[in-house]
């Protein structure tokens, strides 16, 4: 009951100093900007003009959340040990295990409220459009969301014992090659030696398969998605998370301050 | 009736190394530190910069983890989290979330320290009070000078009642008036029971506020104990002030008695070891020489200091 309090603290007080990051606040005015100009951009093209429109803002959403997560990810959780803000928050009666998941909680919750919100200028612009609007879109977000949260977990586990160059290096690198994870899979299996096959089959299995949460094609053409596809993929998510949290806390436990 | 008082922090052979790069020579910040703190005193914890006192408190925090050695505060290990509900911290040069309010910052740290929710208003208030802050309660910390800083970091610290408080510069950025404000406020949490630890350069601090000091120079403890037992380990003496001395006299007590002259106008000051005393003072009045008075020389903190600092490992 402490515990979670003193998590829930950590969060909110995250989540107060995320929201007035300028730099977060620059990205979503791009990505805001990005989604509206669809508008004009489908108004140049009389085919699918829809479609564009929709195809670019869903992107936008996907890519400039991934730029939030890493930036905000890394930004907050090192500045805390920098300033050292942590000297006296770990001082109290407070694990940093919970310190730590406090940490996540904030940025993941900040994050998602950015989705929300480009979401929200998504929606507005396909109705002022007359583009098709539907729960696949819906789902859409949903999986940027469990995407993100994940994203938000890789950076917590490399803030928690590297330097913030090294950690966005690290959390960008894992996220372009958890994108390519299914197709390396694919290459091994096609492959005639066994030991590459496995190997790359272990790969797959061991980074994150972002590929789970990619329902982009669906969105844009308004094609149903199954809702155990949705449950699976928010199931992964959450273990993966899990597991990241983890192995952070475990790092963060060792780490000296001095 | 001291000796019988539980030992709140008790650390054991405590040594941290730090090596500043790969294939680089290890340093070794503390060796062997050891020392205690009684229940119910205030602690100086004295050494010139770079000494090793900010690195011992991050042992005590939990912060870094020493290579060898042992700390224990109110019995428990200093790697354990729940105790420290019992546990106040004052880091060196503080610094706070910038984006909060006085008043927000230590509702913060009193809500980690699982200080009831009835119970914080009105003991942040009284904080707020006790370091003067009361004026800037609403301003967030990023408009704060240094020593506003400073008192916001003394507040946090206290928020949850800790029986043990620990203070790493606590005077420092500080104006004349604030010093003597927190000065009041040390001695004011002995009074109410609490163990206070500080570190400290500032002898004078030292002197008006510290039952009991350790002395650490380059990782080591060169001393613990009062400091009256430490002035009754060295050579005690006596200063005489005279007037009308003269010239063939102040040489015979040079020659005779060891003294060491210095003037002071009109009147000359002597000090005399204390066994020459006696002699000095007879041979004084017989060469009709006025004695104004006789102190006896107490060896200030400052000459315990730079001789436990200077006393090196022969
Ligand atoms: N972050 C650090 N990296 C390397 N050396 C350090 C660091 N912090 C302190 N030191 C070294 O440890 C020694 C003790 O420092 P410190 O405990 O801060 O001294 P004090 O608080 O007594 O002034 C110093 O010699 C200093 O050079
Ligand atoms: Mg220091």
Redesign the pocket.
């Known amino acids: 009951m402490r515990t979670l309090d003193q998590i829930w603290a950590i969060a909110q007080n995250t989540l107060r100093e995320a929201v007035r990051n300028k730099v977060l606040f620059g990205l979503l005015f791009f990505a805001l900007l990005m989604i509206v100009s669809g508008v004009i951009v489908s108004s140049l093209s009389y085919v699918e003009n829809a479609r564009i429109l929709q195809d670019v803002g869903l992107a936008a959403i996907r890519l400039f959340g991934v730029a939030m997560a890493i930036f905000l990810g890394i930004e907050v959780i090192s500045r805390e040990v920098e300033r050292r803000t942590v000297f006296s928050v770990l001082a109290k009666p407070i694990s940093r295990g919970a310190f730590l998941i406090g940490k996540f909680l904030g940025l993941t919750l900040t994050i998602w409220l950015q989705v929300a919100l480009m979401g929200l200028a998504f929606a507005a612009v396909s109705l002022l459009a007359g583009a098709p609007l539907g729960a696949v879109h819906a789902a859409f977000l949903l999986m940027v969301a469990a995407e993100l949260a994940l994203v938000v977990a890789i950076a917590t586990l490399f803030s928690s014992f590297t330097t913030p160059l090294l950690a966005a290096f690290f959390t960008t690198g894992l996220w372009l090659v958890g994108g390519l994870s299914r197709e390396l899979r694919d290459i091994g299996a096609a492959s005639d030696s066994a030991w590459v096959e496995g190997s790359t089959w272990w790969l797959h299995r061991l980074l994150p398969d972002l590929q789970s949460f990619d329902i982009a094609i669906e969105a844009a053409h308004g094609l149903p998605v199954e809702a155990s596809q949705l449950l699976w993929a928010l199931a992964y998510g959450t273990g993966y998370v899990a597991l990241l949290l983890f192995i952070a806390v475990a790092v963060f436990q060792r780490r000296q301050f ?1 | 009736m001291r000796e019988e008082r539980a030992q709140v922090v008790v650390v054991e052979g405590l040594e941290v190394e ?1 090596r ?1 790069g790969l294939g680089r020579r290890s ?1 070794r ?1 503390l060796d062997g530190v050891s020392f205690s703190v009684r229940e119910g005193e205030i602690f100086g914890f004295v ?12 042992v005590l925090m939990g912060l870094l983890r020493a290579s060898a050695g042992a700390a224990r505060i109110l019995g428990h290990d200093v790697g354990e989290t729940a105790f420290r509900r019992h546990v106040g911290f004052l880091p ?1 040069n503080p610094y706070f979330h910038d984006y909060l309010s006085a008043r927000e910052t230590l509702d913060f740290y009193a809500r980690l320290s699982g200080v009831p929710v009835s119970e914080r208003p009105e003991r942040i208030e009284r904080l707020l009070d006790w370091v003067g802050l009361r004026h800037a309660a609403d301003a967030r910390l990023r408009t704060f000078s240094k020593g506003m800083q400073q008192r916001v970091g003394i507040a946090q610290a206290l928020v949850h009642e800790p029986k043990v408080i620990f203070l ?2 606590p005077m420092s950025g500080l104006d004349p008036l604030g010093r003597v404000e927190v000065r009041d406020l040390i001695l004011r949490l002995r009074a109410e029971g609490r163990t206070v630890l500080m ?1 400290t ?1 500032i002898l004078s601090d030292v002197e008006t506020l510290c039952d009991r000091v350790a002395i ?1 120079a380059e ?1 080591r403890i060169r001393y613990q104990g009062s400091v009256e037992d430490f002035s009754a380990a060295g050579e005690r003496a006596s200063d005489i002030l005279v007037a009308g001395l003269s010239v063939a006299c102040g040489a015979e007590l040079e020659e005779v008695c060891a003294a060491e002259l210095r003037g002071l106008g009109e009147r000359v000051e002597l000090r005399v070891a204390e066994k020459h005393v006696g002699d000095a003072l007879s041979r004084l009045l017989a060469a009709g020489a006025e004695v104004i008075s006789v102190t006896p020389h107490r060896a200030s903190l400052e000459s315990i200091f730079l001789s436990a600092v200077e006393q090196e490992v022969q």
Do not use: S, V, Y
């Open positions: 001095r | 730090f500043p340093k910040i050494g010139p910069n770079g000494a090793g006192k900010t690195t011992t408190l991050k060196e790493d510069e570190n350069h650490i990782g």
